[in-house]
């Protein structure tokens, strides 16, 4: 049974970082591409940043234009987790976060293409 579990969310100024962190279980994600998503209220989730990791062990990540220059995704193979860094967080990044773990191999940007999901972790930007 693959499950996810996200941490490392909260409430943090305009301007400050904070660091999520997924943990996979059950699949190892080094095979898939994962996804960061988010989801503000009363909006759609997001794609956020992805990374997938060649068979040559080389990791390959994109991000939303929104975060590009901002957040920074990486992958811990042998602790099977993916990593968010999130820097100059602005009041807009408030949302609900959420790691995804798909079938395919590539990154993709849309939610559906992906099998499972974390419970997700809140972060809150404050002005």
């Known amino acids: 049974q693959v499950q996810l579990v996200e941490s490392g969310g909260g409430l943090v100024q305009a301007g400050g970082s904070l660091r999520l962190s997924c943990a996979a279980s059950?699949?190892?994600?080094?095979?898939?591409?994962m996804g960061w998503f988010r989801q503000a209220p009363g909006k759609e989730r997001e794609f956020v940043a992805g990374?997938?990791?060649?068979?040559?062990?080389?990791?390959?990540?994109d991000y939303a234009d929104s975060v590009k220059g901002r957040f920074t995704i990486s992958g811990d193979n042998a602790k099977n987790t993916v990593h968010l860094q999130m820097n100059s967080l602005k009041p807009e990044d408030t949302a609900v976060y959420y790691c995804a773990l798909g079938p395919r191999v590539v990154i993709v940007s849309t939610p559906s293409a992906y099998d499972y999901w974390g419970q997700g972790t809140q972060v809150t930007v404050s002005s």
């Open positions: 990374i997938r990791r060649s068979g040559g062990g080389t990791y390959y990540a």
């Open positions: 059950g699949r190892t994600f080094s095979r898939y591409a």
